[in-house]
């Protein structure tokens, strides 16, 4: 079975803090995907990224990055310099090559404190 | 593209009612999500097409639920009979590609009392 947990369910930091939100997966498949997505007080879903189980460089998209480490089955999420606009829910999600369909997270609740 | 477009984007209904949730996905896109979305559960798939085709329902609550795609750039939702225990945000998603980008519609608000 295919699972993502995200243990932090609600993180308050103040303004240019960095915050890191955790992400652990289980899947038996050899091939599959790792995506997180935004959801902000507005509540649609926004896509941040994805990354495919055989890519593991980390990746910069200006004050985001993310850590995947597949020995820790880990796919963290960091603000660096946070602001109060990326205060959301955050959810991480998994997709194996079984199937076409993604399982979410619970999602992390991230206060940005002004 | 104006985005996956999903009515009404409130519904208040009673309980025993049918509900109606509309969709119309992204044009091009050849897979659609249902999703729900509650505080207790977090976000459930529930059925999802692959060119107009259901290829997993098995995450419909109940009979009381079912999807249907008649085309290519239409879906719904059906619940009939609505229970208050269904209220919750319910999603609809489209993505182009096997295991691409997921795009969501704004969600509709659904109450059932």
């Known amino acids: 079975a295919q699972k993502v947990t995200q243990a932090q369910t609600e993180i308050s930091v103040v303004e240019k803090e960095d915050v890191t939100l955790d992400c652990v997966y289980e899947?038996?498949?050899?091939?599959?995907?790792l995506f997180w997505y935004k959801q902000p007080p507005s509540g649609e879903l926004v896509f941040l990224i994805r990354?495919?189980?055989?890519?593991?460089q980390n990746e910069i998209s200006g004050r985001y990055s993310w850590n995947f480490q597949k020995s820790t089955s880990s796919f963290n999420f960091t603000i660096t310099a946070s602001q109060v606009v990326d205060s959301a829910v955050y959810f991480c999600?998994?997709?194996?090559?079984?199937?076409?369909?993604?399982?979410f997270g619970k999602g992390t609740r991230l206060h940005i404190l002004p | 593209d104006a985005g996956v477009i999903q009515s009404p984007r409130h519904e208040v209904t009673e309980m025993g009612q049918e509900v109606t949730l509309r969709c119309k996905p992204i044009s091009g896109h050849d897979y659609l999500f249902w999703y729900r979305q509650t505080m207790m559960r977090g976000l459930e798939l529930l059925i999802y097409f692959n060119n107009n085709v259901p290829i997993d329902d098995s995450g419909m609550p109940e009979d009381r639920f079912s999807a249907k795609m008649p085309n290519a750039s239409f879906s719904t939702l059906k619940i009939q009979p609505s229970e208050p225990r269904d209220s919750a945000v319910y999603f609809c998603?489209?993505?182009?590609?096997?295991?691409?980008?997921?795009?969501f519609g704004n969600g509709t608000r659904l109450t059932v009392t």
């Open positions: 999600a998994l997709s194996g090559d079984r199937d076409d369909k993604i399982i």
């Open positions: 990354r495919n189980s055989f890519d593991e």
């Open positions: 899947t038996r498949d050899t091939t599959y995907y």
């Open positions: 998603a489209s993505s182009l590609e096997f295991r691409g980008q997921v795009f």
